[in-house]
């Protein structure tokens, strides 16, 4: 009887040596290729090169090497099938029964700040996905792995059975082509992004699994969380959890938003985020000061919140956080005061995140039912915007600083949105609201008597003048809009009538 054949072809040589000399235990004969090939000869497990099989050399630097009939001839024939069997037989190729492969990392290569484009694409794996497809496709007698983890199951399976089960070799076989899937889809990134091209014909993107998940924004419904291959740093999916219990599906797009909104600042700020709006936000000379102002902010609201602070924690500003129950604190650095106080809560979660002012612009992904949206994401600032002043009265020193914290603010609320803002705390968030003037109004009443005197920020334009009328009777003195109203000049009049100064930036934050 013809000894089973094994082929092996590695990058990642974790595990492969013992796996191979299992397969030599188990009878089988094992073809290879250049460095997985010396690996194996030198750890004294029989191995046969690629070129003895083929007749043919490695050529092109070894760009061509297993792309021959005796290979794919070998992983492709159908073994009940009489006319290949017939075929494989008059050109002397021997059926190929387990492959093992997995690819150039093409991945590590272009993480690398300083490669080049050449090196990025010679690490492009031509003949390891041709041969995991060819295995795949032919998974009713063929064994593919592309991953180590799966090598005991292997292995126990044909101690067992002699033999892998149809229902491992599917398995097996899926997992190949999400492989190879991703990792074209990874190469297609790379080049699409040095060409320039957007909105281009076919998306392809990929994610990794970070963790699977108790459960989504409600129990009874299954999630996972995944990340980017190359995700920025100074994301949720890069942060690095030093403390509490695994981080929930709700969590995650908290902490994300938290995250978002704290960005905005480069002078010590906090965040505080319930169900993806923030609900206190502060900024002071110290973090802590900051803390006690973003909690100030809403002290009702804050409880069970997510945490979100651009400078590291102290042990001050823990003592004072420890005071309440929050679900997750994120951070560049905690000190070792501050994190002997906070673990003492054992399911408060700590993420510490690298800051990166220099981080690239995304891509926006949102699904629909059957579908896809995609857009460039909002980082227009401040600093950006065409600020013009139509009203009468110019905003004073502190007006400018409370409508910069607004505007800040109110692009990260969900539309319709209304921030008030009052010496260095937002006051009143009015969010997700049907109408702008209703927006206003919960701002209005949850800032109460603190209102006068405040700064207003709107995410889009007045579509009439009633937010205007609500903001004067409150007693807010600016207001920062994005203008471009048909009855902008109602709006313009009714703050020259009450003395409010008012911003225009040209420039709406709709965030659905």
Known sequence: MTAKRALISVSDKNGILEFAGELTKLGYEIISTGGTKKVLQENKIPVIGISEVTGFPEILDGRVKTLHPKIHG?????????????????HDITPIDLVVVNLYPFQQTIEKPD?????????????????LRSAAKNYQSVTVAVDP???ETIITELKENGTVSFETNQRLAAKVFRHTAAYDALIAEYLTNITGETSTEKLTVTFEK??????????????????????????????????GKELSYNNINDANAALQIVKEFTEPAVVAVKHMNPCGVGVGKTIEEAYGKAYEADPTSIFGGIIAANYPIDG????KMHEIFLEIIIAPSFTQEALDIL????????LTIEFDQSEKREVQLTTIKGGLLVQEEDTY???????????????????????????????????????????????????????????AQIAI?????????????????FPMSDTVEAAAKAGITAIIQPGGSIRDEDSIKKADEYGITMVFTGVRHFKH
């Open 445 to 461: 009443n949850q800032a109460g008597e603190k209102a006068k005197g405040a700064a207003l920020g709107s995410d889009a334009f």
């Open 210 to 243: 970070v963790q699977g998940l108790r459960y989504g924004e409600n129990p009874h419904q299954q999630a996972a969380f995944y990340k980017k291959p190359l995700a920025q740093k100074g994301s949720i999916a890069t942060a690095t959890q030093l403390h």
């Open 343 to 350: 673990t003492t809560k054992k399911n408060l979660r700590l």
């Open 316 to 319: 001050a500003t823990a003592a």
């Open 74 to 90: 070998g992983l492709l024939a159908l073994r009940a099938n009489e006319d290949h069997q017939k075929q494989i037989e008059e």
């Open 149 to 151: 983890a799966d090598y």
């Open 115 to 131: 490669v080049t484009l050449a090196e990025a694409i010679e690490n492009i794996d031509i003949g390891g996905p041709s041969m």
């Open 381 to 439: 600032g401040f600093d950006d915007a065409n600020i013009t002043v139509p009203t009468k009265r110019q905003p004073t020193e502190q007006e400018w600083a409370d409508l910069n914290l607004a505007w800040k603010v109110v692009k990260h609320v969900k539309s319709n949105a209304i921030v008030l803002a009052k010496d260095d705390m937002t006051i009143g968030v009015g969010a997700g609201q049907m109408n702008r003037v209703g927006a």
